[in-house]
C-alpha cells in the first residue's frame, strides 16, 4: 500500500495520552510538512501555538471563566481539567486577511483546517497519540486572550498530543463508508 494512503487508513483519534511528549523540533518538522496544504495566493492564513505546563492550566482558567463558572463552581474543576489530557496541545489558529480580493475567509479557514488534519495525521504516522478537540468555549472571548490571538485570528480547536498508551489499536477504527459519499456528475 503506498506510504499516505496506509497512514490516512490507520489514523485513529487517540483520546487518551500519556505524559510522553513530541519536541518543539520534531513539531516544526512536521509541521513544515503540514504547511505544504492547498493555499490559495499563498496567504499561510495559519498559526500553531503549543501549550505546555501551566498554560494548559491558564487555557483551563480561561475555560472556566468562558463557561461563566466561579473557581469553586460545581462543574469548574472539571472543566479546568481538560487541557491537562494530553502534555502538549497545538491550538490551531486561522489567520484571516479581511476582504482578500481572491480568498474568502471561509477559504482561508479551510487552509487552517487542511494545516490541522495534515498535521494530525503526521503525528500519527509518527507514533504519537493525537486527538482534535474543539468544544463550545473554543470562540469565547477569554478563551481568545489567553492564547493571544489578533483581530483578524480565530481559534479552529486544539489538537491533543501525547504518547500512545500501551493498549492502543489501531485496528478499532471503522470503515468511512466513502460510497455513500460520493456522486458523480456528467
Do not use: C
Not at 36 to 46: E, G, I, K, N, Y
Not at 104 to 113: G, K, L, R, S
Not at 141 to 151: I, R
Not at 155 to 184: C, I, K, N, Q
Amino acid at each position: 500500500m503506498r506510504p499516505v494512503l496506509a497512514a490516512a487508513n490507520s489514523r485513529r483519534s487517540v483520546s487518551k495520552v500519556t505524559d510522553a511528549a513530541p519536541d518543539d523540533a520534531e513539531l516544526l518538522e512536521l509541521l513544515d510538512a503540514a504547511g505544504r496544504v492547498a493555499d490559495h495566493a499563498s496567504l499561510r492564513p495559519w498559526r500553531v501555538v503549543a501549550l505546555r505546563g501551566v498554560a494548559r492550566e491558564r487555557l483551563g482558567a480561561a475555560l472556566v471563566e468562558a463557561a461563566g463558572l466561579a473557581p469553586d463552581d460545581h462543574g469548574a474543576s472539571k472543566l479546568a481539567g481538560k487541557p491537562l489530557r494530553a502534555p502538549v496541545l497545538l491550538a490551531i489558529v486561522a489567520v484571516r486577511t479581511p476582504e482578500h480580493e481572491k480568498v474568502p475567509e471561509w477559504e482561508q479557514d479551510a487552509t487552517a483546517a487542511g494545516v490541522a488534519h495534515l498535521l494530525e495525521l503526521l503525528l500519527d504516522e509518527a507514533g504519537w497519540g493525537v486527538m482534535w478537540r474543539t468544544g463550545p468555549h473554543t470562540r469565547h472571548p477569554a478563551v481568545a486572550t489567553m492564547h493571544g490571538l489578533q483581530e483578524h485570528e480565530a481559534l479552529l480547536g486544539w489538537l491533543y498530543v501525547g504518547g500512545r498508551p500501551d493498549r492502543w489499536r489501531a485496528d478499532r477504527r471503522r470503515a468511512s463508508d466513502a460510497a455513500a459519499r460520493f456522486t458523480t456528475l456528467t
